[in-house]
């Protein structure tokens, strides 16, 4: 571990910019995470999360073209780098691992509540 | 895009952004937020983008988006803003008795504002929990006679249906039979029950009262069904859970079929036991004249008032004038020609409690005079506090004076000495309104007992509220620091620290003026608190007509079979003097209403009616004016004893006696017209509420057609009023084991009449001492300040060899002018004032009478003036003048 960890919000943020691949941008992952993660998330609480998941090196970002529904304003790509992926496959196997532990009757008693 | 121009996103809001997003981010953000605002124009329309756009805007304010505002600046700001507290703090701790007086002050007279402001709060709640009070009015009346015209809250009960009846536009109706006195027996235990009220069926679906048992809709649906409140169903049963049990009532057997919630206090009804109208049979349902039920409409979404009085008027025209007809054997025209008017009209549901005072109220109503009073005694105090605050920091300035010399020596300019005062009254403040709710909370029941009332403060679950108070105490800071503020930071440092006192000519005008004003208000609300404690005092002492004092009333003897034995068995009781009975007892009981004609002429007159016992004149202590009382010796079954204004409208003032009376038929005098001799002349005596005028009175005979009204006796004793009441009482439960002894002192039962008035006059006493002594704290200040400035001139006089005496004479009489000037001003303003109030009651004093109150209010404040300066001016004034001429 690098110390750095995912944020349950964070790690949904990437899965949702993998999951658009090329047409990831600031606009595109917040509709994607309203309506795959049902979250209502604002445009600010996105981008101090990007801004932060960039600094911590998960994602890379480059500038791109303006459109006319943007009124020429550009718009910024969103890429998941290899340490981000690589995060993400650890958060999951993490969580993998504590699911495998719970032993069947407990989670059984949890449903049956 | 083709076609139309695109809308722009919200131009506030865009605008908005673009000044606080950092610029690196800007261009990106915003192209988002138009992307997003473009589609949702598309896809939801202009209105839901604008909200999302909005809604998006105001969440981007956060760090990672914000620019950073100019941090240098900040930091000194918030540097200062911790430096001037910790200041404030320390010149508080540092000058205790001023802190204490100040704080004191400001947190006395908040407590009193919020104190004042819930009580107003709770008044102005009446009513409004019911579903759609806002809808709901209840039909009034303005009954005009020839002769003078009365105001009632009841209406005739067929009148309100029929209005239901031919009106789509009202919703529903709900008619109310005000709560009486009803015998209640309980598995053979028997009680007085006080609040046995009738209603309509669906009273519960119309009024907010909550059922706890019992269905809604069909409550009172069976004829015998009655619903109890809580406690009532404690008090018989001793449980909550009695559904379907049976109780016995004047009008046969009952099944509880509900209970409700006990009625919450902020009504303007109160009632322990429910049962439907239709069970109350002396109510005749197709009486469209006789005024006996308040009747409630609820009209439907979006129907004016006006539009339902007029079907109101037309039912008046349509069936209540064929009644008057048949009654009174003449046309409704002619009848409305001599001068007999009834004028319905609406009250909105919750404007009852404090706007209407008609005959045959629920209960004594409160008064928005009151609360108009009230409110406006806060703002004073307040206003009080807030000028103590300018005086006594103005009357510093001379201890603060080389502190602010020597911050402008080392560099503080004119903006950041008023920031360091202002912030100084804002901490006073903020920690004045903290002790203030305080106060609120720990003389609320205190007050609750002293009002009347029930109230809870709930501040501490209203964050909201909480915000407003610290803006309130912000504001007042602010208000009242302002002009401080500006004195103390102006001083030249050259001049002061020299030591020289600064004295302004313009300053001194504005803390003149300030005292005044206090001094006005002290004057004036003195003088109001007198004026009301002098009417008050009349009323008490009026003289009623009667004699209200060591009498006892037993009440319902209408149960009992023989009232002339028992009369006569407590009249040879040795305390007692004399007894009889009547139909009600003169200010608290109802009198009935007929129609009499003189005869030989065909006036219509409207008569209240009373039933007397032989006796009953003469044990009241009424003055006959003319004539004779009922008496066993004479036939008095067709008798008839009326009072002066009655003779006054008939005509016959000057020589009643012998005169032939016609009581017409109408719906209380079912049997028709029938003739009366009248046998005597009462003077007029107070039968209704002082705050009513008096009118016509027929009072009937033991013997008449109407002797089986009687239904309470009085007992004149004399000694002492607990003997009295337990000799009657055994011989009652000898007698009539079954039925409860209810009797009430009437002294005592009429004062109460008057308890929403004492209770006001009481209240406002306190209030205005709180006022004097605020006013008198803003003096001390003063005080405190003059003499300071010319402490070196006491010193000199002394030194040519003036006495104390006169050094004191001389500070005292320049306070003299200004309370007189304040007391000058204030006599107008109490005058006008005052008559509003007095006139509100039907026997008031005249405001001739009231000069006494101005003389005491005057020494008063006077007086307390004088105290106040004195322990300044006394002290001044024989210390060693070379102590104070030594300090330059």
């Known amino acids: ?113 | 895009m083709p076609g139309s121009p695109l809308p722009d996103p919200p131009p506030f809001y865009e605008r908005l952004f673009r000044y606080f997003c950092k610029d690196e981010l800007y261009l990106e953000l915003q192209g988002d937020l138009d992307e997003e605002f473009y589609e949702n124009y598309e896809t939801a329309g202009l209105r839901h983008a604008r909200k999302v756009y909005r809604k998006e805007v105001l969440k981007m304010i956060r760090p990672s988006v914000l620019k950073k505002f100019q941090i240098q600046q900040q930091n000194t700001f918030s540097a200062m803003f911790k430096v001037n507290t910790k200041l404030a703090f320390r010149n508080l701790i540092k000058h205790k008795l001023y802190t204490l007086i100040n704080i004191g002050g400001l947190a006395v007279s908040m407590a009193v504002c919020g104190l004042i402001l819930l009580y107003v709060d709770s008044e102005l709640g009446y009513d409004k929990y019911h579903p759609d009070h806002d809808r709901v009015y209840r039909l009034a009346l303005e009954r005009v006679y020839p002769d003078h015209t009365s105001l009632y809250a009841i209406t005739p009960i067929a009148l309100s249906k029929q209005v239901e009846i031919d009106n789509p536009e009202i919703e529903s109706l709900t008619r109310v039979f005000q709560a009486f006195g009803m015998t209640i027996t309980v598995e053979n235990d028997q009680y007085q029950e006080e609040g046995f009220m009738g209603a309509d069926a669906n009273f519960f679906q119309n009024f907010g009262i909550k059922l706890l048992r019992g269905d809604k809709q069909d409550v009172l649906s069976l004829p015998n069904a009655t619903v109890l409140t809580e406690s009532a169903a404690m008090k018989y049963f001793g449980s909550t859970d009695v559904i379907g049990k049976t109780m016995t009532s004047g009008f046969g057997e009952l099944i509880v079929n509900g209970i409700c919630e006990d009625v919450p206090e902020n009504t303007h009804f109160d009632f322990n036991m429910i049962v439907p109208l239709d069970l109350l049979t002396f109510l005749a349902p197709t009486n469209f004249v006789n005024f006996s039920v308040h009747a409630y409409l609820k009209a439907a979404p979006g129907v004016a008032p006006e539009t339902i009085m007029e079907k109101v008027d037309q039912v008046v025209e349509t069936y209540a004038a064929g009644q008057l007809e048949r009654d009174l054997k003449i046309s409704f025209a002619d009848y409305q020609a001599s001068g007999n008017r009834y004028n319905y009209f609406l009250q909105p549901l919750a404007d009852i409690h404090l706007k209407s005072h008609l005959e045959r109220e629920h209960e004594a109503n409160g008064n928005i005079t009151y609360i108009t009073i009230f409110m406006s005694v806060a703002i004073f105090i307040i206003v009080l506090a807030a000028i103590n605050f300018i005086n006594l920091s103005t009357a510093r300035s001379a201890e603060r004076a080389k502190e602010v010399g020597i911050r402008k020596v080392l560099g503080s300019n004119k903006s950041s000495l008023v920031n360091q005062f202002l912030i100084e009254s804002v901490v006073v403040c903020i920690v004045s309104m903290i002790i203030g709710v305080g106060l609120v909370y720990l003389t609320m029941p205190v007050f609750n007992d002293f009002a009347g009332k029930l109230i809870t403060p709930e501040i501490h679950q209203q964050p909201l509220t909480m915000l407003a108070l610290l803006a309130v105490a912000v504001l007042l800071g602010i208000i009242a620091g302002i002009y401080p503020a500006f004195i103390l930071s102006s001083f030249r440092p050259v001049v002061v620290l020299k030591g020289k006192m600064i004295r302004s000519k313009s300053g001194s005008w504005i803390r003149n003026g300030l005292v005044v004003f206090q001094f006005f208000v002290s004057v004036a609300l003195i003088c109001c608190t007198l004026i009301v404690g002098q009417q008050m005092n009349f009323l008490q002492n009026l003289s009623l007509g009667f004699d209200k004092e060591q009498v006892m009333v037993v009440d319902n003897v209408f149960n009992i079979p023989d009232i002339e034995t028992f009369g006569a068995q407590v009249e040879a009781l040795p305390q007692v003097v004399s007894t009889a009975a009547s139909n009600g007892i003169p200010g608290i009981d109802v009198a009935f209403g007929m129609s009499f004609r003189l005869r030989g002429n065909d006036q219509e007159n409207v008569f209240n009616c009373t039933v007397f016992q032989e006796g009953f004149l003469e044990t009241m202590k009424m003055e006959l004016m003319a004539g004779r009382s009922f008496s066993k010796e004479f036939e008095d079954s067709l008798s008839i004893i009326i009072n002066e204004s009655a003779a006054k409208v008939l005509g016959i003032h000057e020589d009643p006696i012998g005169k032939m009376v016609t009581n017409l038929a109408g719906g209380n005098n079912p049997s028709g017209n029938c003739d009366y001799r009248v046998i005597g002349m009462v003077k007029d005596y107070n039968y209704k509420s002082l705050h009513t005028e008096i009118t016509p009175l027929g009072i009937f005979g033991h013997e008449s057609a109407f002797g089986g009204f009687i239904g309470t006796m009085a007992v004149r004793f004399n000694g002492s009023p607990k003997s009295v009441m337990s000799s009657v009482e055994s011989i009652w439960k000898e007698q009539f084991e079954n039925q409860p002894y209810t009797y009430y002192f009437l002294e005592d039962r009429l004062d109460q009449l008057y308890t929403a008035e004492a209770k006001s006059g009481d209240l406002f006493l306190v209030f205005t001492a709180i006022a004097i002594l605020i006013a008198c704290i803003g003096l001390f200040g003063l005080a405190t300040f003059i003499i300071s400035s010319r402490i070196k001139e006491i010193g000199v006089r002394k030194v040519l060899g003036a006495s104390a005496a006169r050094v004191v004479f001389l500070i005292v009489s320049d306070f003299n002018k200004l309370i007189i000037v304040a007391l000058v001003i204030s006599i107008p303003v109490v005058v006008l004032v005052m008559q509003g109030w007095l006139n509100d009651f039907a026997y008031h004093i005249s405001l001739g009478q009231t000069w006494i109150s101005f003389v005491i209010g005057g020494v008063v404040a006077l007086a307390v003036g004088w105290t106040t300066v004195s322990y300044h001016s006394i002290r001044a004034a024989v210390a060693n003048p070379v102590k104070n001429l030594r300090t330059e």
Do not use: C
């Not at chain 1, 910019?17 to 509709?31: E, Q, R």
């Not at chain 1, 795959?36 to 500038?63: M, P, Y």
């Open chain 1, 1 to 113: 571990m690098r110390g750095e960890t995912l944020g349950e919000f964070e790690e949904i943020v990437l899965l949702s910019i993998l999951v658009l691949g090329d047409d990831a941008s600031g606009y595109t992952i917040k509709k994607e995470l309203n309506q795959s993660a049902d979250r209502d998330v604002s445009r600010g609480a996105l981008h101090t999360s990007l801004s932060r998941l960039e600094t911590k090196g998960f994602v890379k970002s480059k500038q791109g073209e303006g459109n006319d529904s943007r009124r020429g304003r550009p718009k910024r790509h969103y890429e998941v780098t290899n340490e981000g992926k690589s995060a993400l496959h650890e958060a999951k196997e993490r969580r993998d691992q504590l699911w495998n532990r719970i032993p069947g009757v407990r989670l059984e008693l949890q449903y049956a509540w």
